[in-house]
């Protein structure tokens, strides 16, 4: 089972910066996808940026160009780094994992199997 822990959530304003961390630790699949995905009050959790452990990343339109989503493998670490934040990125932010193919991972969060506890994300007007 792997475990996946988030950081670096917290409150900013509008046009800051926030690198979020997820440090995952247990048994990874050979080949993995990792993302992170958001959930506002009243509203589904969507996908923000997700990438493969071999480094085929996808980003929702809504980030792209501020958003970078990256991978260590040597550390276990997923992280987002969010620049330009607007206040309609506030949400509770979440690392997920599951199994890839040969492809590039979906945005798609009912197909992540293992999930973080979120981070709180606030961005101030």
């Known amino acids: 089972q792997v475990q996946l822990v988030e950081s670096g959530g917290g409150s900013v304003q509008a046009g800051g910066s926030l690198r979020l961390s997820c440090a995952a630790s247990g048994s990874m699949y050979s080949r993995n996808c990792m993302g992170w995905f958001r959930q506002a009050p009243g509203k589904e959790r969507e996908g923000v940026a997700t990438?493969?452990?071999?480094?085929?990343?996808t980003s929702a339109d809504s980030v792209k160009g501020r958003f970078a989503i990256s991978y260590d493998n040597a550390k276990n670490t997923l992280y987002l780094q969010m620049n330009s934040l607007k206040p309609e990125d506030s949400a509770m932010y979440y690392c997920?994992?599951?199994?890839?193919?040969?492809?590039?991972?979906?945005?798609?969060?009912?197909?992540?199997?293992?999930w973080g506890q979120g981070t709180q994300v606030t961005v101030s007007s």
């Open positions: 990438t493969t452990t071999y480094g085929t990343t």
């Open positions: 997920a994992a599951k199994p890839s193919a040969w492809i590039g991972c979906s945005l798609s969060p009912t197909s992540y199997g293992y």
